[in-house]
């Protein structure tokens, strides 16, 4: 499946950004759908996942009631609403693609988006 993740952008420190991820090539409601990313000198470390239906969703603990997952299977794309959002929260987001069900280790994704820039100014 290929992904294409877009959306990112330049925000002020109390904002809000939506990131959309676009799928194609297989079927989208056969894959969890997971939420990542970069900071600048750091590891990739996971943000989100949500299940094949969108009926269960887990965080990162440090983004839990801030950053909604949803995805829409009838338009293969999934979302990252992320809320009060903090300059910490800089970084390269990915989308991924995974067959398995509570994996926050990004090894279990298979597939890849090409990454989206948000920058929060303080």
């Known amino acids: 499946v290929q992904l294409q993740a877009y959306g990112g952008g330049l925000v002020q420190a109390g904002g809000s950004l939506r990131l959309s991820c676009a799928a194609s090539?297989?079927?989208?409601?056969?894959?969890?759908m997971g939420w990542f990313r970069q900071a600048p000198g750091k590891e990739r470390e996971f943000v989100a996942s949500?299940?094949?239906?969108?009926?269960?969703?887990y965080y990162a603990d440090v983004v839990e009631g801030h950053f909604t997952i949803s995805r829409d299977n009838t338009k293969a794309t999934v979302y990252l609403q992320m809320n009060s959002l903090k300059p910490e929260d800089t970084a390269v987001y990915y989308c991924?693609?995974?067959?398995?069900?509570?994996?926050?280790?990004?090894?279990?994704?298979?597939?890849w988006g090409q990454g989206t820039l948000v920058t929060v100014s303080s």
């Open positions: 991924a693609a995974s067959s398995r069900w509570g994996k926050r280790d990004p090894n279990f994704y298979d597939y």
């Open positions: 090539g297989r079927t989208f409601s056969n894959y969890v």
């Open positions: 949500i299940n094949w239906s969108g009926g269960s969703a």
